[in-house]
């Protein structure tokens, strides 16, 4: 073989190498999104509402960053009857987070107001820790300082589960008020209608979660079986798996919460819209301020109505010590 044959030979195999299979080329590269102190499949979800799973922090960033204490204090907006580029902000509720020196959430302080009067609080307590599925046993202290207006029970949709069984297939927890149990199928291969009938056997009252507490991909309840009915969907982004989409229907009105994200991989928007059919009817747009840390500070939450906007509704605003 001559010189420049052999030459040639060489650059074709160093361009091959470099190339390489095309297939690859084609592939989703895999992208480690930034960590976010909150969890947006929880935030503001009826996932918020279930105590036995605090998940709502990042407890690594709790940890790094020091913090013992998050607050969120939720303003309703009063539009003023004078002047409508007015209004003033009302304080309905204010929830306190409380972190050991580890950043585990050990305690969570609700405090609800009418009219700028307190007229109720409730205290949940975390004695133990919190297991490698985000379970943790949470005790109600509804006598801890609560002041409850004329005695009355104040229902905030709250959800307490005791832990009945765990394998590798699954996990069953128990509603400890209505009796409802919360299957999480954990393992994929039974996924499938029947399978779920047949291992879990669930009743039409229980809640069905496909995946796992910290990474659902489908939650519904059973009808004869194998009918699913109240169906909530989680999608993904294939590159970084950041949640994108939460789908749920509940005729008969069908709603989807759209992931709106920043090109340094922070979710600053999302957009909760309402549907029924395929008619679309309102939507709420909630929109985060952070800080110099990527803290949201300030989330506000925008209301349209059909085509008509009615400005910003309620807003939270967030602060950390």
């Not at 309703?76 to 972190?99: N, Q």
């Not at 989409?245 to 600053?268: E, L, Q």
Request: aromatic residues 12%; contains cysteine.
């Amino acid at each position: 073989m001559g010189v420049k044959n052999l030459l040639t030979l060489v650059v074709l195999l160093v361009l091959y190498s470099c190339v390489g299979d095309s297939s690859e080329l084609n592939a989703p590269r895999k992208i480690r999104p930034p960590r976010s102190i909150l969890n947006l499949k929880v935030f503001n979800t009826e996932a918020e509402k279930m105590l036995s799973f605090p998940m709502l922090f990042d407890n690594q960033l709790i940890h790094q960053q020091g913090i013992k204490k998050v607050t969120r204090s939720l303003f309703l907006l009063d539009k003023s009857r004078e002047r409508r580029d007015l209004s003033t902000e009302v304080l309905r509720e204010k929830k306190e987070y409380f972190f050991n020196d580890f950043g585990r959430l050990i305690q969570i302080d609700f405090t609800y107001f009418f009219d700028d009067r307190v007229v109720g609080k409730q205290r949940i307590r975390y004695p133990n820790t919190i297991n490698y599925y985000g379970y943790s046993s949470a005790v109600l202290h509804r006598d801890s300082g609560a002041v409850i207006q004329d005695k009355a029970e104040i229902d905030v949709g709250f959800r307490m589960h005791h832990l009945v069984k765990k394998n590798r297939r699954y996990l069953a927890l128990e509603d400890q008020k209505s009796g409802e149990v919360l299957f999480y199928m954990l393992n994929k291969k039974y996924w499938g209608a029947l399978s779920v009938d047949s291992i879990l056997e669930p009743r039409p009252i229980d809640r069905v979660v496909l995946g796992s507490p910290h990474f659902p991909f489908k939650s519904y309840r059973v009808e004869n079986k194998v009918k699913e009915k109240d169906v909530v969907e989680y999608r993904y982004k294939k590159d970084s798996k950041q949640i994108k989409r939460i789908v749920s229907a509940d005729y008969p009105f069908n709603s989807t919460r759209t992931f709106i994200y920043r090109k340094s991989g922070y979710c600053y928007t999302y957009i909760d819209s309402t549907f029924s059919g395929e008619e679309y009817l309102a939507r709420t747009i909630t929109k985060m301020d952070f800080d110099a840390q990527k803290r949201p500070v300030k989330v506000r939450h925008i209301k349209e109505t059909g085509f008509r906007k009615l400005g910003i509704v309620s807003l939270e605003r967030i602060t950390y010590e």
